[in-house]
């Protein structure tokens, strides 16, 4: 930034802070600052009424929900309802554990492994968010007489992706398996979602 | 836009020409707002709180949309939703207490606009339109304030909505069925409320299209100015832009400042405590007032304490809505030629008796209902209407006004040894055009 000279002289450039020849003009430098201060005013004063739109304080309170695990039979599965979405939880029997341990990963579209759906100890419940990967639809399969699919596990019938008894995608548009949400058993018997 | 020298638009890129033979947008908005629009270059700081009325609107559009995201118009989560806009939505205070407060300083900006219209004879020919939209504006703001403060469902709201909708119960006959019409029941309730979401909604929109009208209607013979001396010619006038936009930049700042020492450190002052109380149906608060800027309307209404061949109701309704009404006619109540009081002084001395007046009759309106401010409401709601229909009238036939200069620019440099040029740059003196580019500040 350009000083103005130190002796003045009664002329037009010490009137309107113009120096003749120089680059940088003392108005430049004040109409760059404030400028500048103006947008990052505006940049604080938008943002509000961004973050408005976000999850409210009420909404973000109910991100997590605990759920009584005892009540489920083994062969049965329950629905919850987590962040507005279901959740699927099933008991599975001793069968369907060993025929989803016995599915190859790696053919899979999504490799997973029934391991990394489930947790050590507790791997007779596989506890996975009943959407489809696809568009959003609630796949089918979680209660008796549901229609299960190809694979005997969960089919969605809006666009037809099939999934398999430990809702690995298996036939269909969707591009992933069922989401396992964060989990924390509380006990054997009690599980935190969220 | 409306004088012969006013700058044309003349777009110098080529998108800007391919624009303006297809739709000439840049060419209005620098015709209404840019350097095409020619301003009287002595208008003072009084001249901003047209823009900063504007500014206010956006204000209460945008913060109203918001708001309206997360409010809930159901009488059995209104006061919740209000709550829950409080504690739960991200900055939803700071949306709630903008809209609240933006409203109040909506108000105080129009009434010091209307003030200086009424002081510098803004309202006169040819500018009637303008002053009567003005009008129009100000009464469409009453009633979106009023359905406004309905909505959060407090016991303000409430009983604020059973008085002033039953306003109408006042009209001979037809009264009551017109109130049950109204608020669509026996009583304020659910249909109520509902219907008042819609209207405070639709409201703002239609002052904002009344806001377009005003606005061209004001283009047309241009600014006012304080001496009240129509543009005579290039000398009296400067551009819009940049002058006038960085002037009104100021104004805005100091305006947001004051804006926001309310919004952030008093929010509530303006407010009423009683509204943080849900609706009673069946309890009245002991103190019950409508917002500050209703006051000298309501001290008016409340002035009415006897029957006179008409029942006193009825004639505390009558006078409310003509003390507004009557500033339509007020282009002809005043007959005097000259506009601004700076060159009436009889008139001058009036209206400030007048404002005193005003300002009396906002403080008994927010007073409780007994004596003295009864007594002083009536004596200030004689004073407010002899002034429009006697005083006016009268004054503006009979005074002598000061001589009026020939011209804005005359007036600007009247009585001044030097043209108030920066130091250092050949002072001209009076009546002098600039020479050349030496004694032309450059910035």
Known sequence: ?194 | MSFAWSKPYEPTSALGQWMDSRLPLPRLVYGAVGGGYEVPKNINYFYNFGVLAGLALVIQIVTGIVLAMHYAADTTVAFASTEHIMRNVNYGWLMRYMHANGASFFFIVVYVHIWRGLYYGSYKAPRELVWMLGIVIFLLMMATAFMGYVLPWGQMSFWGATVITNLFSAIPLVGDALVTFLIGGFAVDNATLNRFFSLHFLLPFVIAGTVVLKIWALHLPGSNNPTGVEVKGPQDTIPFHPYFTSKDLFGIGVYLIAFSIFMFFLPNFLGHPDNYIEANALATPEHIVPEWYFWPFYAILRAFTFDFILPAKLWGVLAMFASILLLFFLPWLDASPVKSLRYRPMLRKWTYAWLVSFLVLSWCGGALAEQPYIIISQICTIWYFAHFLIIIPLVSRLETPLPLPASISEAVLKGKATTGAPAGIEDTGRGAAPTGPVAQPAE
């Open chain 1, 1 to 194: 930034m350009a000083s103005v000279p130190d002796t003045p002289e009664p002329s037009m450039a010490t009137a309107t802070g113009h120096v003749e020849g120089d680059e940088v003009r003392r108005r430049d430098f004040i109409f760059v600052a404030t400028g500048a201060f103006v947008g990052v005013g505006a940049v604080a004063a938008v943002w509000p009424f961004v973050d408005q739109m976000n999850p409210s304080a009420d909404v973000l309170a109910l991100a997590s929900v605990a759920v009584d695990l005892a009540p489920i039979a083994e062969g049965q599965g329950i629905k919850v309802s987590w962040r507005g979405k279901p959740v699927f939880i099933r008991h599975l029997t001793a069968a369907e554990i060993a025929e989803a341990e016995a599915v190859d990963a790696s053919t899979l579209r999504d490799p997973q492994s029934f391991k990394e759906r489930t947790i050590e100890g507790h791997r007779q419940y596989l506890i996975q968010v009943g959407v489809c990967t696809h568009l959003g639809c609630i796949p089918s399969g979680t209660a008796a007489g549901e229609v299960k699919g190809d694979f005997g596990g969960y089919f969605c019938p809006c666009h037809g992706s099939h999934y398999d008894n430990a809702g690995r995608i298996r036939k269909g548009p969707a591009p992933t398996n069922l989401v396992v949400p964060d989990l924390e058993f509380l006990s054997d018997t009690s599980v935190r979602i969220g």
